[in-house]
């Protein structure tokens, strides 16, 4: 029982930065733009994140600034592929490039180090005490976790309901489905897509400072080593609803966890971290033959 209540425990602190990544790819699969740029805007978030909450001391501007500075690559994002027609995969690749280029030559620049940053006066993000919940097995894991843990969670039921029992859901479903049938009936489909693109940057923001303040109070190069590829992976396993990324991401965030309880046991280190890409390919392979299987069995009924 106790075993389960420290693996339910990290998972949960594992948790924040893939699914609000994920949750940021699959509005944009839902506005019909795939978004490879989920990890540099991530990482973009965790170094912002950093550097905001230095100079100011406050967790909750540093979360909000790394929230903006993901939707800032959002806005360049959503010009480059919807007003100039660039080819959506080449711009995300390039913002991966260009937040990992900018991040290592500001840390350079800014505080003369290289590799990582870390300082006493970085603020971390709080943690909530569920003191109810303290004497209870197992749900006792959901105390004292850091506040973007219960705010992805939350997001999770807000984009569940927002997309499936509003009309701006719907609108923003039917533009992934058919944009000129909805532009035909009055609404602004390109607006949908900036908005949805932008919000998009924004989660990913938002998990990028997770990894910096939520598990940690420093910044290190390349820090999200993935998760942004972890994140559409489980985006992709969840068929692009919130409640089904959630899930995915629940599954690769258990991988985590159980890498870092066998980094402790004496396992070698180099085919412990292989675990959650493991996962990952072997969760990507499930997902397609899944889909060849069903088309199969579609052609061979028509």
């Known amino acids: 029982m106790e075993y389960l209540e420290v693996l339910l425990q990290t998972t949960l602190r594992n948790l924040p930065p893939v699914l609000l990544a994920g949750l940021g790819g699959m509005l944009a699969n839902r506005v019909g733009v795939l978004n490879l740029g989920l990890e540099g805007m991530m990482l973009m978030g965790s170094f912002v994140g950093v550097i905001t909450s230095f100079y100011t001391h406050s967790a909750l501007l540093a979360?909000?600034?790394?929230?903006?500075?993901?939707?800032?690559?959002?806005?360049?994002?959503?010009?480059?592929?919807?007003?100039?027609?660039?080819?959506?995969?080449?711009?995300?690749v390039s913002i991966n490039m260009l937040a990992l280029g900018l991040t290592t030559y500001l840390l350079s620049v800014m505080f003369g180090v290289r590799g990582s940053f870390s300082d006493t006066s970085i603020a971390a993000i709080p943690k909530i005490?569920?003191?109810?919940?303290?004497?209870?097995?197992?749900?006792?894991?959901?105390?004292?976790?850091?506040?973007?843990?219960?705010?992805?969670?939350?997001?999770?039921?807000?984009?569940?309901?927002?997309?499936?029992?509003?009309?701006?859901?719907?609108?923003?479903?039917?533009?992934?489905?058919?944009?000129?049938?909805?532009?035909?009936?009055?609404?602004n489909s390109?607006?949908?897509?900036?908005?949805?693109?932008?919000?998009?940057?924004?989660?990913?923001?938002?998990?990028?400072?997770?990894?910096?303040?939520?598990?940690?109070?420093?910044?290190?190069e390349n820090m999200t080593s993935g998760r942004g590829f972890i994140a559409m992976a489980a985006t992709i396993f969840g068929k692009n609803t919130p409640v089904g990324t959630l899930?995915?991401?629940?599954?690769?965030?258990?991988?985590?966890?159980?890498?870092?309880?066998?980094q402790t046991s004496g396992f070698p280190s180099m085919l412990v971290d292989m675990i959650p890409y493991l996962v990952t390919v072997i969760t990507l392979w499930v997902v397609a033959a899944n889909a060849l299987r069903k088309s199969r069995k579609a052609v061979t009924n028509g």
């Open 63 to 92: 979360i909000l600034a790394a929230g903006l500075s993901g939707a800032v690559l959002g806005v360049i994002f959503a010009v480059l592929t919807l007003r100039f027609r660039a080819n959506a995969t080449v711009v995300g």
């Open 129 to 187: 005490d569920l003191g109810f919940l303290a004497n209870i097995p197992i749900l006792n894991a959901f105390n004292g976790q850091a506040v973007t843990v219960y705010l992805a969670l939350l997001i999770v039921v807000l984009a569940q309901y927002v997309l499936y029992k509003t009309p701006l859901g719907l609108r923003v479903r039917a533009t992934g489905f058919h944009k000129m049938a909805v532009t035909t009936a009055g609404v």
């Open 190 to 220: 390109d607006g949908i897509q900036y908005g949805a693109l932008i919000l998009s940057g924004f989660l990913c923001g938002l998990g990028g400072v997770h990894l910096s303040l939520g598990q940690l109070t420093m910044f290190t």
């Open 247 to 262: 899930l995915g991401s629940l599954l690769f965030s258990v991988a985590d966890a159980v890498t870092r309880k066998a």
